[in-house]
C-alpha cells in the first residue's frame, strides 16, 4: 500500500466532486479543511481482496447484530440506545425490507 503522485489542484477538484456527487462521499470537508488526501491509496490486488472481505464480514454482522436487538429489548437501555432506536426496534425488524446506507470507510 502506497501513495500515488498528487494529483493537479484541477484533477482534485473534479475528483473531489464525483465523490460527492456520485459516489456518497458526505464528509468530504471538515470545517474548512479537506478531508480528502490529494493523492490516491494504491492498494495491491490482494489488498483490495481483504478489504472487500472484511467489509462484507462487517455488513454481515451488523445485520445480524441489528437482527438480535430486535429481539432482545432487555439490552437496549444497558447498552444505552437512544430511545428513539429502542422504539424503532421494538416496532418491525430494520433488516426487512427498509432501505440503508453503510459505509466502511
Known amino acids: 500500500m502506497r501513495f500515488g503522485k498528487e494529483l493537479r ?5 473534479r475528483v473531489r466532486r464525483e465523490l460527492e456527487l456520485s459516489c456518497g462521499k458526505w464528509d468530504a470537508q471538515v470545517g474548512d479543511d479537506t478531508a480528502l ?8 490486488r490482494e489488498q483490495w481482496r481483504e478489504l472487500s472481505r472484511l467489509a462484507r464480514c462487517l ?6 447484530l441489528e437482527q438480535e436487538l430486535s429481539q432482545r429489548h432487555d439490552l437496549h437501555a444497558e447498552l444505552g440506545m437512544p430511545r ?10 430494520p433488516t426487512r425490507c427498509h432501505g440503508r446506507v453503510m459505509r466502511f470507510d
Open 9 to 13: 489542484p484541477d484533477a482534485f477538484r
Open 37 to 44: 488526501a490529494p493523492a490516491p491509496l494504491l492498494l495491491g
Open 59 to 64: 455488513y454481515e454482522e451488523t445485520v445480524a
Open 84 to 93: 428513539s432506536l429502542r422504539q424503532l426496534l421494538r416496532e418491525r425488524s
